[in-house]
């Protein structure tokens, strides 16, 4: 039977590493959103007739919103290839 100091050891080592992982996704989907994004509103800003205006740290901040950044890389693609027709 393991003491009380053990198992209280054990479930910080499974928390600090759950909490790791998550940081880690965060910080994944921060990047990822963050090229992903200015390409997706900047690519259609142009195709309206606007000027590009959206920069790197802008995308960064859309992709603070959990989810979103990882949502970008769809919405990069799907863009992309309607790009492919539109143009």
């Known amino acids: 039977m393991k003491s009380r100091n053990s198992a209280q050891n054990d479930a910080n080592t499974v928390l600090g590493c759950g909490c790791l992982f998550w940081i880690i996704m965060m910080l994944i989907g921060l990047v990822i959103g963050g090229f992903c994004w200015p390409y997706v509103i900047n690519t259609w800003l142009v195709y309206v007739g ?24 769809v919405l990069a693609v799907m863009t992309w290839i309607l790009m492919l027709f539109l143009v």
């Open 50 to 73: 606007k000027t590009a205006s959206v920069k790197f740290w802008h995308g960064m901040v859309i992709s603070i919103i959990p989810s979103i950044g990882h949502l970008s890389l």
